[in-house]
């Protein structure tokens, strides 16, 4: 998953090259990845990481485990209003 955000950064011209993960050689003996979950002060330092302008959807993502896609094509008339207090 690494791998691939560094390869969408690069190919969104977020960073100059690519050489450094390229040279990159898988482990060995390992036949999985191993999911962790950031914690509440790890996520609330993602959060304060990111640009103002991107926070809201970076909090809704990790309080809602929607991807970004998902989230960007969310509108206001997917909620239910009665419940939305």
């Given amino acids: 998953m690494l ?9 969104a011209d977020r960073v100059s090259s690519d ?8 482990f060995k003996r390992v036949d ?17 990481a990111c640009p103002i302008d991107f ?7 990790l309080l809602t485990g929607c991807r970004y896609s998902e989230l960007v094509r969310l509108k206001f008339g997917d ?3 009665e419940t939305a207090r």
């Fill in 3 to 11: 791998k691939a955000a560094l390869n969408h950064a690069f190919e």
């Fill in 79 to 81: 909620f239910p209003t």
């Fill in 55 to 61: 926070r809201k959807l970076v909090q809704a993502a």
């Fill in 19 to 26: 050489t450094a993960w390229r040279k990159v050689k898988p």
């Fill in 32 to 48: 999985e990845a191993v999911v962790r979950y950031l914690n509440a002060a790890e996520a609330q330092r993602l959060v304060n």
